[in-house]
């Protein structure tokens, strides 16, 4: 029971993936049309002073802007999308009609009860303009709520097949006519239960800014402890689209939600400094500064005849953190042979954001350094003041730094570089690549093995126990994640050894091998080699 739930929550947490990656890409290039309207480096560089780059500016922002107004039909389609077991285009599309069913069914109802507001006093009523639509205000939940009732329609009514005059109305087409009556349902029930909900949002939002910088402290602390389950997003998701990370009213407009605040604000060139509801997403502050520490420490305590392995393998880490701020790679490298250091982490990584608060940062950081940058220095100091973000994560290098370095030594934690005699750190060469590839593993079949480039794949496989064991293989941000016949059959060292994948997590027949930012290209290839479909097409 416990691994079917941790199953569901995996696969809804991959689903989240779908809107959440798209949305921070709208953000950047908001920012970057504030660059070319921005008054302070107009005055300092002439040249933007033109109609045409201003102008472009201009339309970039306010082209961009409304998607973060509109987050619930984004949600709604991009969740449907990613929890649908096939035909996925089917899906999203009847996530959009059925998005537009639902709203006009409860501004109807609600018409009918006499429960609309007038339109000029919808601010504060709990009712909200949708699509050009009045219903009650539900956010992104409404999009979450309505993906998740698509996407479990879709799986089950998808392969509904009629004969002869009736074969018309099968497939995705009567999934449509199953689901008009649950939404219709669904709308009439939730303009009378919504409010509730939202009452106990409301209060949460109260307690969690009751509680201020300790509730900073656990939000910061649970984002990073909640790594290895894969579910780390569904911490910061809430805070950074919902009321629970502040409303605000810019520019005429109301956001939800930390990161749409400061993205309209950042586009309003009469906000002066961003809000403090940033703070949630600071999140980079141990990515770009803290991490870089440990792996210092980890380098400098490794064995002398080891350190140039170590160096080899955190380098690269280090900078794929510092610039991108993809951190497992790094915390993988001691999550399980030092648990009590990852633990020691996640406290430092709330406890940075803490400070941040503290001193009154209002810099965006939610990953890498790229974003810092393109963030914060085009809005210049008095609007984010991100010198302050900047000397904090000095600290808290260092802090990172001589924290780990003691508890190494003093604890003689086994981190890399550092393991006992035969379980030596080992890169994978060119010379065992090929070595190991010139051999046929065990349980791959002849089709497999006519694939034209397997790559490190066949390694691959053997280290999750032969191409019968894997039952199916799919992939998130950094993982590649996998339903095994038999998780016992999986070898570790080989994976780890080579492969060079930065840790193996085992949840019942659920298994996530982490690969980094190439995990994409690591499926593509395995898929190929296995001669399968990608997960999910047909």
Same mark, same amino acid.
């Given at each position: 029971?416990?691994?079917?739930?941790?199953?569901?929550?995996?696969?809804?947490?991959?689903?989240?993936?779908?809107?959440?990656?798209?949305?921070?890409?709208?953000?950047?290039?908001?920012?970057?049309?504030?660059?070319?309207?921005?008054?302070?480096?107009?005055?300092?560089?002439?040249?933007?002073?033109?109609?045409?780059?201003?102008?472009?500016?201009?339309? $970039?922002?306010?082209?961009? /802007?409304?998607?973060?107004?509109? =987050? *619930? @039909? !984004?949600?709604?389609?991009?969740? #449907? &999308?990613?929890?649908?077991?096939?035909?996925?285009?089917?899906?999203?599309?009847?996530?959009?009609?059925?998005?537009?069913?639902?709203?006009?069914?409860?501004?109807?109802?609600?018409?009918?009860?006499?429960?609309?507001?007038?339109?000029?006093?919808?601010?504060?009523?709990?009712?909200?303009?949708? $699509?050009?639509?009045?219903? /009650?205000?539900?956010?992104?939940? =409404? *999009? @979450? !709520?309505?993906?998740?009732?698509? #996407? &479990?329609?879709?799986?089950?009514?998808?392969?509904?097949?009629?004969?002869?005059?009736?074969?018309?109305?099968?497939?995705?087409?009567?999934?449509?006519?199953?689901?008009?009556?649950?939404?219709?349902?669904?709308?009439?029930?939730?303009?009378?239960?919504?409010?509730?909900?939202?009452?106990?949002?409301?209060?949460?939002?109260?307690?969690?800014?009751?509680?201020?910088?300790?509730? !900073?402290?656990?939000?910061?602390?649970?984002?990073?402890?909640?790594?290895?389950?894969?579910?780390?997003?569904?911490?910061?998701?809430?805070?950074?689209?919902?009321?629970?990370?502040?409303?605000?009213?810019?520019?005429?407009?109301?956001?939800?939600?930390?990161?749409?605040?400061?993205?309209?604000?950042?586009?309003?060139?009469?906000?002066?400094?961003?809000?403090?509801?940033?703070?949630?997403?600071?999140?980079?502050?141990?990515?770009?500064?803290?991490?870089?520490?440990?792996?210092?420490?980890?380098?400098?305590?490794?064995?002398?005849?080891?350190?140039?392995?170590?160096?080899?393998?955190?380098?690269?880490?280090?900078?794929?953190?510092?610039?991108?701020?993809?951190?497992?790679?790094?915390?993988?490298?001691?999550?399980?042979?030092?648990?009590?250091?990852?633990?020691?982490?996640?406290?430092?990584?709330?406890?940075?954001?803490?400070?941040?608060?503290?001193?009154?940062?209002?810099?965006?950081?939610?990953?890498?350094?790229?974003?810092?940058?393109?963030?914060?220095?085009?809005?210049?100091?008095?609007?984010?003041?991100?010198?302050?973000?900047?000397?904090?994560?000095?600290?808290?290098?260092?802090?990172?730094?001589?924290?780990?370095?003691?508890?190494?030594?003093?604890?003689?934690?086994?981190?890399?570089?550092?393991?006992?005699?035969?379980?030596?750190?080992?890169?994978?060469?060119?010379?065992?690549?090929?070595?190991?590839?010139?051999?046929?593993?065990?349980?791959?079949?002849?089709?497999?093995?006519?694939?034209?480039?397997?790559?490190?794949?066949?390694?691959?496989?053997?280290?999750?126990?032969?191409?019968?064991?894997?039952?199916?293989?799919?992939?998130?941000?950094?993982?590649?994640?996998?339903?095994?016949?038999?998780?016992?059959?999986?070898?570790?060292?080989?994976?780890?050894?080579?492969?060079?994948?930065?840790?193996?997590?085992?949840?019942?027949?659920?298994?996530?091998?982490?690969?980094?930012?190439?995990?994409?290209?690591?499926?593509?290839?395995?898929?190929?080699?296995?001669?399968?479909?990608?997960?999910?097409?047909?």
């Amino acid at each position: 029971m416990k691994a079917k739930i941790m199953d569901t929550m995996q696969k809804f947490s991959k689903a989240m993936f779908v809107p959440v990656l798209i949305l921070p890409i709208a953000g950047l290039l908001i920012a970057i049309g504030n660059v070319f309207t921005n008054p302070r480096l107009i005055e300092q560089f002439s040249f933007l002073d033109n109609p045409i780059t201003m102008g472009f500016g201009s339309i $970039l922002s306010a082209s961009l /802007l409304p998607i973060l107004t509109n =987050l *619930g @039909i !984004i949600f709604c389609v991009g969740i #449907a &999308l990613g929890l649908a077991n096939k035909k996925k285009a089917e899906a999203a599309f009847t996530a959009l009609l059925g998005y537009l069913v639902f709203l006009y069914a409860m501004n109807k109802f609600m018409e009918l009860r006499g429960m609309l507001v007038e339109p000029d006093v919808l601010q504060g009523s709990g009712q909200a303009m949708v $699509l050009g639509i009045q219903v /009650l205000d539900m956010g992104v939940f =409404l *999009g @979450i !709520i309505l993906g998740i009732v698509v #996407a &479990l329609i879709h799986n089950r009514f998808i392969d509904t097949k009629f004969n002869n005059a009736f074969q018309v109305y099968g497939g995705a087409r009567f999934v449509f006519i199953v689901l008009i009556p649950i939404l219709v349902l669904s709308a009439i029930a939730l303009s009378f239960i919504w409010p509730i909900i939202q009452q106990g949002i409301d209060s949460l939002g109260g307690v969690i800014k009751e509680t201020g910088n300790f509730g !900073i402290f656990l939000y910061g602390s649970l984002e990073r402890l909640l790594i290895p389950t894969g579910l780390h997003h569904l911490i910061y998701t809430p805070f950074l689209y919902t009321s629970l990370g502040g409303v605000a009213e810019v520019g005429g407009q109301v956001f939800e939600g930390a990161r749409n605040i400061y993205f309209a604000e950042i586009a309003d060139p009469a906000v002066r400094v961003l809000s403090g509801s940033v703070i949630w997403d600071a999140r980079g502050i141990s990515k770009m500064f803290g991490l870089i520490g440990a792996c210092l420490a980890m380098y400098q305590t490794a064995k002398p005849e080891n350190k140039t392995k170590v160096k080899a393998i955190l380098i690269p880490a280090v900078v794929t953190s510092f610039v991108a701020g993809v951190t497992e790679p790094i915390e993988f490298s001691f999550m399980f042979v030092a648990p009590i250091l990852f633990v020691i982490h996640s406290a430092l990584s709330g406890l940075s954001m803490v400070v941040l608060n503290i001193f009154g940062s209002r810099a965006i950081g939610p990953n890498g350094f790229i974003d810092f940058l393109l963030y914060n220095l085009p809005l210049g100091v008095e609007k984010t003041r991100w010198p302050i973000y900047i000397a904090v994560g000095i600290a808290f290098f260092f802090i990172y730094y001589f924290t780990f370095r003691l508890l190494i030594t003093k604890l003689n934690l086994k981190t890399v570089g550092r393991e006992d005699t035969g379980k030596e750190t080992k890169l994978y060469s060119k010379k065992e690549y090929n070595e190991k590839n010139a051999a046929v593993p065990a349980g791959v079949s002849a089709v497999a093995l006519e694939a034209a480039d397997t790559g490190i794949s066949a390694t691959i496989v053997e280290g999750l126990g032969g191409e019968a064991n894997i039952k199916t293989i799919d992939n998130c941000y950094t993982r590649l994640r996998l339903k095994l016949q038999n998780p016992e059959l999986v070898d570790e060292a080989l994976l780890k050894d080579q492969t060079s994948a930065k840790g193996v997590i085992k949840n019942g027949e659920n298994v996530h091998v982490v690969y980094g930012l190439t995990v994409a290209q690591v499926r593509e290839d395995l898929e190929k080699y296995l001669g399968r479909d990608p997960e999910g097409d047909e």
